[in-house]
């Protein structure tokens, strides 16, 4: 090794550069003078660049930082990809092994990563949103590469040169693997732009990164940022493209539900006074800062706190009126031979209807034995119906999950995209339907409108 | 302490202005009353249920905020517990078992009631409490076992004290100034420090004045958590002073913009005192305890007592006494910090420590050369050895000693 001074070092999610030569900064504009210790310092992130402009300028560097390992993973065996499955891999590795890959829910996405993985041979850390994503991709990759994965999350702390995570890990254990894998991916990647995961991403050293997801957009627009963390945008396919072929045929429905009279008496009472305040201090509910303007006013005096008890007492009766509970009693009844995912917007609601109907609920809250003991009793068909509020909206493989059915939720086309995901696996000969029960002449019905504005309900 | 979502300010100019509570609001007062009387009459309720009283009980003039910070101080003085009865895990698994098989059967009406009180004959119990059973181990369902009663007043000094900790969480640098402060109050405030384990540097900017500046924990590296908290603890010894002025540089909000956080004694932000400073740092007591057993000719003495130096005060955690000729060496043990406060205290002392002296410091927090001190210095990966200590210890008072 030729000697020098200049250095370069993982520290804390960042690199830092000791003894560069003068005038480094010119070309290599990521790295800043950090006061707190005056070193020359940048993002790990641009761990990749660094190294390549430094290459480029034959500059004599000693490379500390670097601590994943190059590996030969065998290709997986039996198994043909499908034409968008390789197609993606191609894409992703001539964008030089960097970017994201747009692929609806059940199309193979863990598939297609485990091509990328192969093809990069570097250490590869993988993480997942959830525990059981961490289970699930764990299983997948032991079984496609025949090696030892690792797992960390929920208390567990298996490393190894394949290892599953996350997001929440990923970004507390940042100082830990930042330098230890040469290869990221991030599954549900809409999730890596949130003020803190994206940490995950600008902490790591790793040069070869691909981020997955069904529905990238986000309401705050940060998918942008994909492109800065991981990589351009290099594969995308929709629902439609694929269904029938690749995913389940589906059907959607959307039932129309009444309120009970009473139900409908205190509905409207606390409608008209929620609309009456927002009208009152000119409060535009649709423009994209309305309900933050909301909140705000509300917070200011007891009537607007009053106005904001009045919505969220409209809110919750809507979502828990008794008509949907009858539909929904029909349609268990109705489908009582299916696998029936019931979802929520909220997790008073997934416990009610536990207590009200007997069928298991899953939320956060769920401890992880009796998380898998769910979900495989799901899948054997012991226990045929599971009620969640958000947890199975993305990204767990139940593809036994033949019904979906939409109590409440929120307004945002990705979420409904993601629970319609959950049904679409190909199973059998399954054809799978997605019910929406919405309360007539409510907020609900201007909710479930903007939900459906996408592709995939046309 | 109270969670970011519960801190109430806003940024103008710069300047970080928290919104403090008056103890003499009387809507406040009545809040904080209502609040203390409900938590009197919880014990032996579910969580959920006190939480449903909380926000019966907060309704009123004052900001909900203010309500939320007052009841999270009041759930911090509670204990709880899981209710009893029956593993709620295996009867959920047992009930809805049993309701999957009734489903499949087809029987009409679904026998809902007759599943519950069939789960429950075993336990004997009946339907309505397998049914209460079923979620009994959700946090909601906890129940309050006690509460450590408090008053009116000392509930709202605690929430200014806890908006001002949650402050110095986002802090980078704080400098606190006294003003006139007297020997007992420097001695204690200076202990106070070091107990917490806040590398500071106490200067006598002019006569009658005493100025610490500390570093944040935005400003470090590492330890930044187990820093703030330390400092967070320290903060009442400040703001109980009769003359003060306190600024601290934070990063403040999502975007972590910097701002300053001033308060003087002019601002009266009625604030507790202090409670009683816990002794020395663990890391100290522990080397301490190891290093009395080992070397029999030296006395070490953690009783930290500020020394005056050329420029303002030092308060050494340990004195090492030499037993055969009574002479002293002072010492500190750093284990966390940013290197160049580290560089800054060890120049300081080599510049203007009267008394023989020596730093051990653990090794990363030493990228700084000071090359005048290099002779003082003892790093360390996780303790320092006391036979090293006392080597260096001996070195040095042999080289004083020396014509």
Redesign the interface.
């Known amino acids: 090794m030729a000697e020098t001074d200049f250095t370069i070092q993982f520290r804390a999610g960042t690199l830092e550069l000791r003894g560069a030569p003068s005038g480094l900064t010119a070309h290599f504009a990521a790295a800043v003078k950090d006061p707190r210790d005056r070193s020359l310092r940048c993002a790990a992130l641009h761990y990749r660049s660094l190294v390549a402009m430094l290459h480029q300028r034959k500059v004599t560097h000693v490379d500390l930082a670097r601590s994943y390992a190059k590996i030969s993973f065998a290709a997986p065996e039996g198994r043909e990809p499908f034409p968008h499955q390789a197609e993606a891999v191609e894409a992703w590795w001539r964008a030089g092994g960097r970017g994201v890959v747009v692929l609806p829910t059940g199309t193979g996405k863990t598939f297609m990563a485990i091509l990328a993985i192969v093809r990069a041979g570097r250490s590869t850390l993988v993480v997942a949103p959830t525990l059981e994503l961490v289970t699930q991709w764990k299983g997948e990759l032991e079984r496609n590469l025949k090696i030892k994965v690792g797992s960390v999350g929920g208390g567990e702390r298996d490393w190894q040169e394949v290892t599953v995570i996350t997001y929440d890990s990923a970004h507390l254990l940042i100082d830990y693997w930042g330098p230890r894998f040469g290869m990221l991916v991030f599954d549900e990647a809409h999730h890596l732009p949130g003020a803190t995961y994206r940490h995950a991403a600008s902490g790591s050293i790793a040069p070869f990164r691909l981020a997955l997801t069904a529905t990238p957009e986000r309401t705050d627009g940060g998918e942008s940022l994909l492109n800065y963390l991981v990589g351009p945008l290099v594969y995308r396919r929709e629902i439609t493209d694929l269904a029938g072929e690749y995913l389940a045929g589906y059907t959607t429905e959307r039932i129309w539900v009444e309120l009970k009279p009473e139900e409908r008496e205190e509905h409207d009472k606390a409608r008209d006074a929620y609309r009456a305040f927002v009208s009152e201090r000119g409060i535009d509910t649709s423009s994209p800062s309305g309900w933050r303007d909301f909140i705000t006013a509300a917070s200011r005096d007891p009537e607007g706190r009053e106005a904001f008890r009045a919505y969220r007492d409209q809110r919750r009766i809507v979502q828990r009126a008794e008509g949907k509970m009858e539909k929904l009693e029909q349609l268990l009844a109705r489908h009582s031979d299916e696998r029936i995912l019931i979802f929520t917007s909220d997790n008073a609601t997934v416990y009610d209807l536990a207590r009200r109907f007997l069928v298991p609920a899953l939320t956060h809250r769920t401890k992880p034995a009796e998380r898998r003991d769910l979900l495989s009793a799901f899948h054997s068909g012991e226990l045929p119906v599971l009620a969640t509020s958000r947890v199975l909206n993305e990204g767990v493989d139940v593809p036994a999950a033949a019904i979906g059915i939409v109590l409440s939720g929120s307004g945002t086309p990705r979420e409904h995209v993601q629970r319609l995901g959950r049904i679409l696996r190909r199973s059998g000969d399954k054809r799978a339907r997605l019910y929406e029960l919405v309360v007539r002449d409510s907020g609900e019905a201007a909710i479930s409108k903007r939900r459906r504005d996408h592709n995939a309900y046309r | 302490m109270l969670t970011g979502d519960l801190i109430r300010g806003r940024v103008q100019r710069g300047k970080l202005r928290l919104s403090a509570i008056d103890p003499a609001d009387d809507d406040v007062q009545s809040l904080a009353d209502r609040l203390i009387m409900l938590f009197g009459t919880v014990p032996g309720t579910r969580r959920d249920d006190v939480l449903t009283s909380i926000n019966l009980a907060a309704?009123?003039?004052v900001?909900?905020?203010v309500g939320r910070g007052l009841a999270h101080l009041l759930w911090q003085r509670c204990e709880l517990s899981p209710p009893p009865g029956p593993n709620a895990?295996k009867l959920?698994?047992e009930?809805?078992?049993?309701?999957?098989r009734a489903?499949?059967s087809?029987i009409?009406p679904?026998p809902?009631e007759k599943?519950?009180a069939d789960a429950g004959v075993s336990l004997g119990i009946d339907a309505a409490t397998v049914?209460r059973a079923?979620?009994s181990d959700?946090?909601g369902e906890e129940i309050v076992l006690s509460f450590e009663p408090i008053t009116s007043e000392l509930l709202i000094r605690n929430y200014n004290l806890a908006l001002v900790q949650a402050a110095l969480l986002r802090s980078t640098r704080v400098v606190l100034t006294l003003g006139r402060p007297r020997p007992e109050a420097v001695r204690a405030i200076l202990r106070a420090a070091r107990f917490h384990r806040l590398l500071v540097a106490p200067r006598k900017p002019s006569p009658g004045r005493l100025e610490l500046e500390v570093d944040g924990p935005a400003?470090?590296?590492?330890e930044t958590v187990k820093h703030g908290m330390q400092l967070a603890c320290f903060a009442p010894w400040a703001l109980c002073q009769p003359k003060f002025h306190f600024a601290a540089d934070l990063l403040w909000g999502?975007d972590r913009s910097p701002c300053r956080l001033e308060i003087s004694h002019q601002d009266a932000l009625d604030c507790p005192q202090p409670s009683a400073i816990a002794g020395p740092s663990r890391e100290v007591q522990a080397f301490a305890a190891l290093a009395g057993k080992e070397e029999p000719d030296w006395v070490v003495n953690v009783d930290a007592e500020p020394i005056e130096t050329d420029d303002g005060y030092w308060v050494p955690d340990l004195h090492l006494t030499r037993m055969s000729d009574q002479r002293t060496v002072c010492m500190d043990i750093i284990t966390r910090g940013?290197?160049?406060t580290v560089a800054a205290h060890l120049k300081r002392l080599a510049k203007h420590a009267q008394v023989p002296w020596l730093v051990a410091a653990n090794r990363i927090l030493l990228?700084?050369g000071v090359p005048e001190a290099e002779d003082r210095i003892l790093p360390f990966r996780a303790m320092p050895l006391p036979s090293e200590v006392f080597a260096l210890a001996t070195s040095l008072l042999d080289k004083s000693s020396r014509p």
């Open positions: 309704e009123g003039p900001n909900p905020i895990a959920r698994s009930v809805f078992r049993a309701a999957a489903r499949a087809g009409e679904f809902r599943i519950l049914e079923l979620f959700l946090p400003n470090l590296l590492e999502p940013r290197p160049q990228t700084e």
